[in-house]
């Protein structure tokens, strides 16, 4: 579009002078002949009407030539090997989608939003409504736990259970909207249910999840170079303006839908693909003009999700590309519907349409100048990543060398930091959905993430994953080895998120700088924003465990295909007879 820009430029002027020729309007010539300025100006404007209509008339010309040979380009691919163009053929009808969306909603937005004004009053103040959506929620999952058992209760309940701490212990009781709540823990639950509960969602996330760029990628690049390479795709995308149209149109649902404001929506759409200290940048010029809840919900939203730099390489570790996919989707709204209950709104917002935010697209003047800036930015992030997993590792084996040394002296040398982060962190992994006997190990990640970083807890998951796959005994030395599948997909939903303490820190310095005069407003949210992010993620961590089961566990297998003999067992108590040949097994 530069490109074409320029040389439409080049030709419009070229037809300019042209015209002017003709008409011989100038300045100098009108005064010679005493035309007033009424006959200067119509001519003026005839000359620009005409070279607005050339221009029209080429874009369309060389858009056309360009779009019909992009089409014949895609049915040339689908002739040769259909199979092999299945991922250009979904991306150009995903783009050919939005750009008629787009088309029209510049045409007919304000149209729509008139129409559906009747919607948005009855959403704001018809409880009805609400009660209507509990009660559908109520009768299906009474109706799905008659049919799969009574397992999915717990993490129901857990949910329950983490929305209930959060408004017991809200900052301030009884002002948080029930609008807010229930849609954004509603769009999390339903985007839980197309995913996860149907053939169709679970294969769409798991062909993104494993095409063959990622698997070139990981298996040439490895970790680091990963992130380089995400961080100048991504600089791409927001050079060339899709990234910020795609943050607009997710912020923009969440906005209609919970009813927060332009702001706090847009960095958390922001948060599904960069970081928490890159998704304030697109709000950066309004950031002085927050209230304080907006402020806590923007930190919230950080805490609840990672990057998509950062997800490539959680990706190498051997986690599973499609969990991290949705997890990432699922955090956004709720963690704008956590951090709104945690600490309610009390003032008016100023920016409260999309239409009042100008996104900045970047600095760049060119794609390789956008890639190189991305990947000059990414230089920081893989040195951090480096000399924190180093220090952290060094410091975790170092705390659970001393607490060994001290618990010796009472007869408990197997005291470690993660036997007590496996205690305290216990109750919460439980009631999220994991078994008794993966609990406590599912505990031990948590902490590590909460109290270190989520790179070191990846990096204990990813062990526990290889082990499982490698089939060995589960218990050794009745220690055990490794979890079930269902704990690893909990596991992490719960761990994909930037909420730990050195996040904390970096996300309070990052707001500071932009909003230097915000400094106390920002420092004194930290704390529960960081708190709020943990339940986000242990709320999509929930969801994942009341929906994962059906479709995920194994049945039908036969040994040898990477499960071992535990973990077919522990289909064998989960799914019906009629699922899974368990005569073999057991």
């Not at 397992?151 to 959060?166: A, D, H, K």
């Not at 609840?304 to 969990?323: P, R």
Request: aromatic share 12%; hydrophobic share 50%; proline share 3%.
């Amino acid at each position: 579009q530069v490109c074409f820009k320029k040389v439409f430029q080049k030709v419009s002027e070229q037809r300019l002078n042209s015209k002017r020729m003709e008409l011989n309007v100038t300045e100098k010539g009108n005064q010679k002949r005493g035309e007033d300025n009424e006959a200067f100006e119509s001519q003026v404007c005839e000359i620009f009407e005409y070279s607005s209509d050339l221009l029209l008339k080429d874009i369309i010309h060389i858009n056309s030539k360009f779009v019909s040979g992009f089409v014949a380009m895609v049915i040339a691919a689908c002739v040769l090997n259909f199979h092999r163009a299945v991922g250009l053929l979904v991306i150009s009808l995903v783009t050919m989608f939005f750009l008629v969306w787009n088309w029209m909603m510049e045409r007919y937005s304000d149209w729509v939003w008139e129409v559906l004004a009747p919607i948005r009053v009855a959403l704001t103040r018809n409880w009805i409504i609400y009660m209507l959506l509990l009660m559908a929620v109520a009768c299906w999952l009474a109706l799905d736990t008659a049919q799969r058992g009574t397992r999915q209760l717990v993490s129901f309940f857990g949910l329950l259970l983490f929305i209930f701490l959060m408004l017991l212990f809200s900052k301030h009781p009884f002002r948080w909207s029930w609008r807010t709540l229930l849609c954004g823990t509603g769009l999390q639950f339903i985007f839980g249910l197309l995913i996860l509960r149907t053939t169709s969602g679970l294969s769409a996330l798991k062909w993104l999840g494993n095409q063959n760029i990622t698997v070139l990628i990981v298996d040439s690049l490895q970790v680091m170079p990963i992130l380089v390479f995400l961080s100048s795709v991504i600089s791409i995308l927001y050079y060339i303006g899709f990234m910020p149209w795609l943050i607009c149109k997710i912020g923009f649902i969440m906005q209609v839908t919970m009813g927060t404001s332009a702001t706090e929506s847009m960095a958390a759409a922001g948060n599904i693909f960069l970081g928490n200290t890159d998704s304030p940048l697109l709000i950066r010029p309004y950031i002085s003009e927050l209230t304080v809840s907006e402020i806590h919900a923007v930190m919230t939203g950080g805490f609840a999700s990672i990057s998509g730099t950062i997800l490539g390489a959680f990706i190498s570790f051997g986690v599973e590309a499609s969990h991290l996919l949705t997890a990432s989707l699922m955090s956004a709204p709720a963690s704008l519907a956590i951090a709104k209950m945690f600490w309610p709104e009390k003032e008016a917002s100023i920016k409260t349409s999309h239409h009042d935010l100008k996104m900045d697209k970047g600095g760049s003047q060119n794609i390789l100048e956008a890639a190189s800036q991305g990947a000059s930015r990414a230089v920081g992030l893989v040195a951090n990543i480096i000399v924190n997993l180093i220090a952290f590792l060094a410091l975790l084996a170092f705390f659970d060398a001393v607490l060994s040394w001290l618990g010796g002296m009472f007869d408990c040398p197997q005291l470690s930091f993660s036997l007590i982060c496996s205690y305290v962190f216990m109750p919460l992994s439980f009631m999220m959905g994991v078994s008794w006997e993966d609990s406590f190990i599912v505990a031990e990640l948590i902490g590590i993430k909460t109290f270190l970083n989520e790179f070191v807890a990846y990096q204990k998951l990813s062990e526990l994953i290889k082990r499982r796959k490698a089939g060995g005994p589960e218990y050794v030395n009745h220690v055990k080895q490794y979890i079930s599948v269902h704990s690893e997909t909990i596991a992490t939903y719960a761990l994909c998120g930037f909420s730990n303490f050195a996040a904390l820190g970096m996300s309070i310095g990052g707001l500071s700088a932009m909003a230097p005069d915000r400094r106390s407003d920002i420092s004194s949210c930290g704390l529960r924003a960081l708190i709020a992010g943990s339940i986000s993620c242990f709320m999509t961590a929930c969801i994942a465990g009341d929906n994962v089961d059906f479709l995920y566990e194994p049945w039908n297998v036969t040994a040898g295909e990477g499960f071992s003999q535990s973990s077919l067992q522990g289909c064998c108590t989960l799914t019906p007879p009629k699922h899974f040949n368990c005569s073999w097994v057991l």
